[in-house]
């Protein structure tokens, strides 16, 4: 469910930016006929997006296990880019329709630097004495818990079950560190702490 909002949302976003590159591109041409054109041809098209982009959002929001303080940036930045556009076309001023899009746009790396950012979180202190199973369960608690849960059955942002995963090691440990659709890779885990992570979630299955 997660996983074909979060590509619709792409799609719907994707179009939307279409959308708009185009018509700020015939605002600032000076093709104001064709821009007129062009908004009646699409105002339907356009309606559809804008509710499909707001209510794919809402949903990615309310089930995302990674809300930072970039997705409340992203969604003040989309926000603001409203009204810009709206005056901007309406006055046929091309400096707000031209920051519209730039926002637009900025909202969208923003959304992409957030991904990164779950692996970004500082690692805890772990000592030579943790045994493996205590530091894979410091590890899960730090970086997988807010999308896995607490007992691996947690699924925000579309997060597999790990209590029914049938991926071996080799799979687990592969996905950990590269990564997969809505989750990041974990490239700068090492191998050792990777292992001792996917021994704790293995715990999981017996339960
Ligand atoms: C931002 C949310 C998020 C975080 C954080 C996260 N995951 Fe995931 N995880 C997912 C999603 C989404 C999938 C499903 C990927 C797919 O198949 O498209 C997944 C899949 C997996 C799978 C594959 C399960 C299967 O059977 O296919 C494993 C194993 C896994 N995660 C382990 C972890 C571990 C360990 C961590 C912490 C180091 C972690 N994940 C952190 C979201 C997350």
Redesign the pocket.
Known sequence: M??GMLHTHTLVVGLFLLLYLVKTFLLVTGKEDTLAVFTTKTKWAERVISVLFLATGIFLYLN???ITWMVHLKIGVVFASIPLAIIGFKKKNKILAVLSLVLLFVSYGLGEAN?KQ??KVEKPQLSSSTGELETGKI??T???????GANGDGQ???????K????DNT??SM??KN??????G?SA?SDAE?QA??Q??DAFKEK
């Open positions: 997660y996983t995302s296990g990674n991904k779950a692996t590890l899960y730090t970086y997988c818990e807010a999308c896995h925000k942002s579309g997060a597999k079950n790990l029914i995963s049938a991926l799979g687990k996905i950990i990564g997969k659709g809505a989750m990041p974990f885990l990777i992570i996917v704790y979630t």
